[in-house]
């Protein structure tokens, strides 16, 4: 699995940042926020296609990956730049504490990558983490997924999502069902919610 991941760095991590984070971005520009007041929690970073664009906007950034090839990858990445505001944890998010206080937790196609039993306390913690005002950026799986029956991976019905952003204001949610290839070229059905949701 390891080398997995490698290569999957090496052919996504240079590639533009995720749409939701440019989505939910733009809203806290919109907004006049100071990037140099502002902190982000980057789970399941990998080698920072991401975390690369919030640290290049000014951005405080405590990325998360429990493969030590993503934040090795993230730290000697040369596009960073000189100043950063970067702090790396290598473990599971499930498991490792979040700072708090934070006003984005971003997550591109990683938070999905838990048990379902673990999954409520995972979404509360970062919803603790956040300040009222702060926002989530991140994509979950939908129960038509390909990959749907996986014990290690959280799926959601249309329902489930509904429960699961009630609390939240929605900014952002794109439905997307596609056949597709994984970056690891395998065929896939795709089921996708793209989503960006703030804390009241
Ligand atoms: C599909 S990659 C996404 C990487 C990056 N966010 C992006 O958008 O390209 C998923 C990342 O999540 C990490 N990951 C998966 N499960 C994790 C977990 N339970 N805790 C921490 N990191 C995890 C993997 O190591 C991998 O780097």
């Known amino acids: 699995m390891t080398s997995d991941w490698e290569n999957y760095y090496k052919e996504t991590g240079l590639r533009a940042p995720r749409q939701t984070l ?4 733009t809203r ?11 902190h ?8 920072g296609r991401d975390t690369a664009e919030l640290l290049r906007r000014g951005w405080r950034v405590t990325a998360i990956d429990s493969e030590p090839a993503a934040i090795a990858g993230l730290t000697q990445r040369q596009d ?5 505001r970067l702090n790396t944890i290598l473990g599971k998010f499930e498991l490792v504490e979040f700072p708090e206080n934070v006003n984005l ?4 196609f990683a938070l999905p ?41 959280t799926f959601f019905s249309h329902d489930g999502i509904s429960a699961l952003l009630n609390p939240l204001e929605i900014e952002f949610f794109e439905e997307e069902e596609t056949d597709g290839t994984t970056p690891r070229g395998k065929h896939k059905h795709w089921h996708i919610f793209h989503i960006v949701a703030r804390k009241i």
């Open 80 to 84: 960073l730049p000189e100043e950063t």
């Open 105 to 108: 937790v971003n997550s591109s």
């Open 40 to 47: 982000a929690i980057d789970l399941g970073s990998g080698n």
């Open 22 to 25: 440019i989505a939910a971005l």
């Open 113 to 153: 990558l838990v048990a379902p039993e673990d999954f409520p306390d995972l979404w509360n913690k970062i919803l603790y983490s956040l300040i009222p005002g702060g926002r989530i950026s991140c994509q979950l799986y939908g129960d038509k997924d390909d990959w749907r029956g996986n014990p290690t991976i």
């Open 28 to 38: 806290f520009e919109k907004e006049g926020s100071d990037p140099d007041e502002s």
